[in-house]
């Protein structure tokens, strides 16, 4: 069959902060460049960041980008590459000072400068304190700069195809990619988008987990079709979570609630905590307390019918002090979890936040695999940035504030590749092979014409179940096995989905049915990439793999200081070598990851 | 319900699609009782969703207030939501 085909230099899937970084770069070099995004831009999920973005201006205290570097790379676990995050540390001054000229409305010390917060796991002078290295505009980060480089793109003439959704990549026989497939929800078309650049930008897939603080549009788009043309997911095994959403609805509850005095309780009314932290208890560490919780769901002691979460309480609070110290908390848990916390418990469970792994790239933001005798030769047209991709930077952890950061320099970074690239490439566009647009031609036919299928809604909450209790923040060695068996057959569900609304015409539930297609890939990549780490590191914590004297929190630089690359054929996996060779500074080496 | 209905119905359901969990989860829910909506209540939904994400959080959670009384009455049931 056949498809309009329309044609650009570059073409950018995802139009949050790293899809609009990238954007600026290219037209405002004056190449032809095309942004596809499911939501308006300044409705992506960049707008839900509010911590700030990190940078060593030094405007409130002294600081440089060699300390903020050396923070990176311990929050990673030493899973970071050293390279990337050195280049990305260095870059960030540049590219804040840039996104100021932007117009982004920057909250100001008296001088006039950028003024500057502190933020977990920042520090000065290698470890030693903490630095004010956050710059925000109020609590409105993420929404100020979407803004900021919204009005930027738009004087720029970038053309912006909103309520559109990529479908495929297009690669042609010597694995080159000339654009992608997308289809426009007002009318149902699919049309190919012919481009010699191809930047995905498409962010998270926080929604594999039943309890995940991301957006309903964090679906992992650009995964599932990097994957399914063959490109491998690296690190997706690492996920950042929160130990308290409210179950169910995964919005969070902050950790000032049990600051006040709240207690966590399993189905028998315990205080558990007093078994696990005897000391801190409720106010144990983060990962002491999501650990906690998990054990107690695990070993039957979770509360609801499913007997999957545990209750935070605070109804022996006074009301007054819940009132004013712990302003909006009442409010959430009525509107989410339909009860008073003056009167009753809140259900929480650990919520997933934040992806760490992703396509995987180069700091240039070229998407880089396995070829020949290279772990990492590059793909050809093909870049990636923001929370889709893995540079990797953040390795087995994220650091606060080091995701904008991400977004802005390898937003940046691909974009200007990309325009190099273009400089030296001919004139003519390389030509389309139909049977790639015909994957997604036959994909979307699939859905369309399938009978007797799987319910959409039924094979997400499936999924969502199944990630949550086999591959939550914390892991079992036989969860995992039994995990990666269970998500193989949710997968089956996913690839057989069957829709009432057949008509083309602004079909959500067509979206949502190749929406899940996406997601089911993350969710088995994750699983089979965790199973197989028989290591803790940063946000993968196994309970067979605990602290010793000789592997401290659990972690075996021996065997598995390595990159896992998952690939959808077979779900094959390799490994590659953790760069630890910085670009100009001497390698921060391997230590025991303590605060 | 006319396509031309079905359609608006439809895209009104996409622009729910928000950038901020807590909103999507209130328009599921808003979705899911199937209420009533008539062509007034969907302009004014219409106009709701033109607002940026934060503020519409302020205001369905009820921190803020709105003034036009068409769009405080879809206000209230989200908040029911």
Not at chain 1, 56 to 67: A, Q
Not at chain 1, 224 to 230: D, K, N, T, V
Not at chain 1, 335 to 346: L, R, Y
Not at chain 1, 488 to 505: G, Y
């Amino acid at each position: 069959m056949s498809v309009t085909i329309r044609t650009f230099d570059a073409v950018i899937v995802g139009a949050g902060g790293a899809g609009l970084r990238a954007a600026i770069q290219l037209s405002e070099s004056g190449f032809k460049t095309a942004v596809i995004t499911k939501v308006f831009p300044t409705r992506s999920h960049t707008v839900a960041a509010q911590g700030g973005v990190a940078a060593s201006l030094g405007n409130s205290e002294e600081d440089h980008w060699h300390w903020h570097m050396y923070d990176t790379v311990k929050g990673s676990d030493w899973l970071g590459d050293q390279d990337a995050i050195e280049f990305m540390c260095r870059k960030a001054n540049e590219c804040v000072i840039e996104l100021e000229h932007y117009g982004m409305p920057f909250d100001r010390t008296d001088a006039g400068k950028i003024y500057q917060r502190p933020f977990g796991g920042h520090m000065s002078n290698f470890g030693e304190k903490p630095v004010r290295r956050s710059c925000a505009a109020a609590d409105r980060t993420g929404h100020a700069m979407l803004h900021a480089m919204y009005q930027r793109n738009v004087k720029a003439n970038t053309q912006f195809f909103v309520e559109w959704m990529a479908l495929d990549l297009i690669r042609d026989a010597e694995g080159e990619v000339l654009g992608v497939t997308a289809m426009d929800m007002e009318t149902g078309e699919i049309v190919a988008f012919h481009a010699k650049a191809t930047i995905f930008a498409t962010g998270g897939a926080g929604r594999i987990y039943y309890s995940s603080t991301n957006a309903f549009i964090n679906t992992g788009d650009g995964l599932g079709m990097a994957a399914r043309a063959g490109i491998p997911l690296e690190d997706m095994e690492f996920w950042q979570f929160h130990p308290t959403g409210v179950a169910g609805a995964g919005v969070l509850i902050t950790e000032g609630v049990r600051g006040e005095g709240g207690i966590l309780r399993n189905s028998q009314g315990e205080r558990f905590m007093e078994r696990y932290a005897p000391n801190a208890k409720d106010l144990a560490s983060r990962d002491v307390v999501s650990r906690a919780m998990t054990t107690e769901i695990n070993e039957g002691r979770g509360c609801g019918p499913h007997k999957d979460f545990v209750l935070l309480d605070i109804s022996h609070l006074d009301p007054a002090t819940i009132m004013k110290r712990l302003p909006g908390i009442r409010e959430i848990a009525i509107q989410f979890a339909g009860v008073d916390p003056i009167k009753e418990p809140i259900p929480v469970v650990p919520t997933a936040h934040y992806q760490m792994g992703g396509i995987p790239t180069n700091y240039f933001g070229q998407v880089v695999v396995p070829q020949g005798n290279s772990k990492a030769a590059v793909v050809p047209g093909f870049y990636a940035a923001g929370e889709c991709a893995c540079a990797s930077v953040h390795g087995a952890n994220r650091l606060g504030t080091n995701s904008l950061l991400d977004l802005l320099v390898f937003g940046k970074s691909a974009g200007e590749s990309a325009v190099e690239e273009l400089k030296k490439s001919p004139k003519a566009h390389k030509p389309l092979p139909q049977g790639e647009i015909d994957r997604a031609l036959t994909r979307v036919n699939r859905i369309d014409t399938q009978k007797g299928g799987a319910n959409v809604h039924e094979t997400q909450l499936a999924m969502r179940r199944t990630m949550q209790k086999h591959a939550g923040v914390f892991r079992f060695a036989d969860l995992l096995k039994e995990g990666v068996e269970k998500i193989e057959e949710v997968r089956k569900d996913a690839l057989r989905t069957e829709i009432a609304d057949k008509s083309k015409v602004f079909n959500t539930a067509r979206v949502e049915a190749l929406e899940l297609e996406n997601l089911v890939e993350v969710a088995v990549a994750t699983m089979v990439s965790a199973e197989a780490r028989k290591e803790s590191r940063g946000a993968h914590v196994r309970d067979d793999a605990p602290d010793t004297e000789q592997r401290p929190n659990g972690r075996d630089d021996e065997n598995w200081l390595k990159h896992t690359l998952w690939y959808k054929e077979d779900n094959r996996l390799d490994y590659k070598a953790v760069k630890l060779t910085p670009l100009s500074v001497e390698t921060i080496a391997l230590k025991k990851r303590a605060y | 319900m006319d396509e031309q209905r079905r359609v608006r119905r439809e895209r009104l359901r996409w622009h729910c699609r928000r950038a901020l969990l807590e909103l999507d989860i209130v328009f599921q829910r808003f979705w899911a009782r199937d209420e009533e909506l008539n062509e007034i209540d969907e302009a004014a939904l219409e106009k709701l969703l033109a607002i940026e994400d934060h503020d519409l959080w302020s205001l369905v959670s009820g921190r803020e207030e709105i003034d036009d009384p068409q769009l405080k009455s879809v206000v209230e049931r989200l908040r029911r939501s």
